[in-house]
């Protein structure tokens, strides 16, 4: 069965750092483009990053400097660095895979930024 889970979510101060990782099973996974996704109660959820299997990278305006997606192929794991943290960066985070019109989502993780 195909997996995404998500860890690395937590509670940081304003300013601070966290790694976010995605595992992922039941795919062959270097063969898809991968992206982190977030929401907060009452907003559509949102593109942070997204990472192409030609290693092309596309960021939201408000991330660009502060995040960085990357993957590793041999562990088939996605990661997001973010650092430099803001208040309005919390919110439910979600790794996903994409391959053509096939797209698998994990369950998600909370990031709080918050003093």
């Known amino acids: 069965q195909v997996q995404l889970v998500e860890s690395g979510g937590g509670l940081v101060q304003p300013g601070g750092s966290l790694r976010l990782s995605c595992a992922t099973s039941?795919?062959?996974?270097?063969?898809?483009?991968v992206g982190w996704y977030r929401q907060t109660p009452g907003k559509q959820r949102e593109m942070v990053a997204v990472?192409?299997?030609?290693?092309?990278?596309n960021y939201v305006d408000s991330v660009k400097g502060r995040f960085t997606i990357s993957r590793d192929n041999a562990e088939n794991t996605v990661y997001l660095q973010m650092n430099f943290l803001k208040p309005e960066d919390t919110a439910v985070y979600y790794c996903n895979v994409v391959l053509g019109t096939i797209v698998h989502w994990g369950q998600g993780t909370q990031v709080t930024v918050s003093s």
């Open positions: 990472l192409g299997r030609d290693r092309s990278t």
């Open positions: 039941g795919i062959t996974f270097s063969i898809y483009a």
